[in-house]
């Protein structure tokens, strides 16, 4: 079942890029969240979209915005592909049980064994506010993201 703008944000905990273990809901009441979901690491357009996420979107670096991206692929891939790209945000695997954040918030594709390109913004109480679905091959613009955020503000 596909989340919806105005739905509480599922929860999960997935380990980053280093293995630690991150709790969607320990941002409540302090971050807003960027979650991106991608199919897989150092694949092209995953690796445009973030690098793009990593040159152009200075939100990550403020104080109430988090940026959670996570893929199917383990934590080691992960780690390999931050230090190859210099990717300071975090990487979560959704290694295990495959796929379950992302079959969570209606992305998964059962077919392929991977999530499609979703992105929701998720308001400091838990709500979604904001989101978009795209198919496997089309980028997303990360404009979007950020007038999602100046909206929250």
């Not at 592909?81 to 300071?88: K, P, R, S, T, V």
């Not at 979703?118 to 904001?130: A, H």
């Amino acid at each position: 079942m596909a989340v919806e703008i105005g739905d509480e944000a599922p929860d999960f905990e997935l380990p980053d890029q280093h293995g630690t273990p991150v709790r969607l809901s320990s941002f409540r009441g302090s971050k807003n969240v960027v979650l991106v979901f991608y199919p897989l690491a150092f694949s092209p357009v995953c690796s445009a979209e973030l690098c793009g996420m990593r040159d152009d979107f200075p939100e990550v670096t403020r104080d109430d915005v988090e940026l959670l991206t996570v893929s199917v692929d383990s934590f080691f891939t992960h780690r390999a592909w931050a230090d190859a790209e210099n990717f300071q945000f975090s990487l979560l695997a959704d290694f295990w049980p495959h796929g379950a954040a992302a079959k969570a918030y209606g992305v998964f594709d059962e077919e392929r064994g991977l999530a499609v390109r979703g992105t929701f913004v998720i308001d400091k109480e838990g709500i979604v506010r904001w989101k978009v679905v795209n198919p496997i091959p089309q980028a997303r613009d990360i404009a979007d993201y950020q007038k999602a955020l100046a909206a929250l503000a």
